[in-house]
């Protein structure tokens, strides 16, 4: 009779421990609160993939501290007339393509090089008011003393490749725009010589 009752304790023991065991890797209500309205996991719900309405912020620091500075172009943009980051970087293939390994594991540490397009500048900005404004400008002076319009830019072939609106009004750029506009000249105009055949004998 005591063996029988041992052997019927010890089968309760065991069988209590099993009902433990698999109580114990259910999932608990804990881990059911981490799941979203989707019934997705924070895992399974952290983004794989650029999209439009992606925070730009989350990587992309710094020019979010300038979309916030007035004094900056993008954060007069911003602030005052509400732009986003859409507004100005718009081509979304591009943006697609230059996303492709968001989730590398590499941050980028600034805003590498996007097209704007020319259109959406011209769609407030008149090129011949543009002109008029800055007629009396010395910030494009060589040292010759020679002095430039910097809207009003001499055509030539490399002008038009390389001269936009961004090339000089660069939207994050704390430098301000009379620094960047002659960085863009002594680019190509390497001895601060706006004129040319001045540099090198036929």
Not at 25 to 48: L, N, T, Y
Not at 117 to 142: K, N, R, W
Request: hydrophobic share 30%; charged share 25%.
């Amino acid at each position: 009779m005591r063996l029988l009752i041992k052997k019927g304790t010890l089968a309760g023991v065991i069988c209590f421990v099993l009902c433990l065991a698999v109580a114990g890797c259910s999932p608990s209500e804990a881990a059911e609160s981490d799941r979203d309205s989707a019934g997705q996991s924070s895992e399974e719900a952290v983004v794989s993939t650029w999209s439009p309405d992606i925070d730009c912020g989350t990587c992309h620091e710094a020019e979010t501290a300038t979309s916030k500075d007035a004094a900056c172009l993008a954060g007069a943009h911003t602030v005052d007339q509400g732009f986003g980051c859409m507004t100005c970087h718009a081509d979304e293939g591009a943006l697609s393509a230059a996303h492709a390994d968001m989730n590398s594991g590499k941050t980028p540490k600034k805003l590498k090089s996007t097209e704007v397009d020319q259109d959406l500048c011209f769609g407030c900005h008149i090129q011949d008011e543009l002109m008029a404004a800055t007629a009396d400008s010395i910030v494009l002076t060589d040292d010759y003393g020679k002095t430039v319009n910097p809207h009003a830019i001499p055509e030539n072939a490399d002008h038009a490749e390389d001269v936009l609106c961004t090339s000089c009004h660069k939207g994050h750029s704390t430098e301000g725009i009379e620094e960047d506009s002659k960085d863009l000249c002594v680019g190509c105009h390497h001895a601060n010589v706006y004129e040319c055949g001045t540099c090198h004998e036929e």
